[in-house]
T-cell receptor, first 112, second 116 residues
Framework: GQNIDQPTEMTATEGAIVQINCTYQ??????LFWYQQHAGEAPTFLSY????GLEEKGRFSSFLSRSKGYSYLLLKELQMKDSASYLC?????????????FGKGTKLSVKP | KAGVTQTPRYLIKTRGQQVTLSCSPI?????VSWYQQTPGQGLQFLFE???????NKGNFPGRFSGRQFSNSRSEMNVSTLELGDSALYLC???????????????FGAGSRLTVL
């Protein structure tokens, strides 16, 4: 089966660091995406990991462990504009077909 | 360059009616995928079209259908609407088909459907 688990909500303080975890079970895994979605807006791409390890991109970093079915998104120096939902999306690929399976998202609230 | 354009942005229908939603992808993108987003279920995959062919389909009833034209524009149709079809319908375009590694999806702003 296919299952993605991430916390529903998180709260953090401006300037702090927050880690959003995601565990997944999929077949035909071919990488994992993180998307950011502000309320009332379309999701936008943050990161893609296909190999184990940490990918750093400015204030945002994403980590993947394929053997553990685990990923996290790390946000540093939080800003108010980081208040949004963060979607974990493993890429499922098999039989020449693929699809992104999205988690229900983690709603992050950044407080002053 | 222009982003992904979805029309209409908002619409209200009654049970039993049908609806057609349109999606114009980024120029040069050949894949269009559709998603339903609700507060309870999150983003759920409906189907993907690539080069006018449906490549993959999610777990939705046959009332949900779609097509893609030669210019890569896509439409999705929902027939015999039910109250539970109220949702935000998002389309996303990408250069290559889903599953092609680091193939980033660019989403449109969505069509918000309310069924009364």
């Amino acid at each position: 089966g296919q299952n993605i688990d991430q916390p529903t909500e998180m709260t953090a303080t401006e300037g702090a660091i927050v880690q959003i975890n995601c565990t997944y079970q999929t077949s035909g895994f071919n990488g994992l995406f993180w998307y950011q979605q502000h309320a009332g807006e379309a999701p936008t791409f943050l990161s893609y990991n296909v190999l184990d390890g940490l990918e750093e991109k400015g204030r945002f970093s994403s980590f993947l462990s394929r053997s553990k079915g685990y990923s996290y998104l790390l946000l540093k120096e939080l800003q108010m504009k980081d208040s949004a939902s963060y979607l974990c999306a493993p890429l499922n690929y098999g039989g020449s077909q693929g699809n992104l399976i999205f988690g229900k998202g983690t709603k992050l609230s950044v407080k002053p | 360059k222009a982003g992904v354009t979805q029309t209409p942005r908002y619409l209200i229908k009654t049970r039993g009616q049908q609806v057609t939603l349109s999606c114009s992808p980024i120029s040069g993108h050949r894949s269009v995928s559709w998603y339903q987003q609700t507060p309870g279920q999150g983003l759920q995959f409906l189907f993907e079209y690539f080069s006018e062919t449906q490549r993959n389909k999610g777990n939705f009833p046959g009332r949900f259908s779609g097509r893609q034209f030669s210019n890569s524009r896509s439409e999705m149709n929902v027939s015999t609407l039910e109250l539970g079809d109220s949702a935000l319908y998002l389309c996303a375009s990408s250069l290559e088909a889903l599953g092609s590694g680091a193939n980033v999806l660019t989403f449109g702003a969505g069509s918000r459907l309310t069924v009364l």
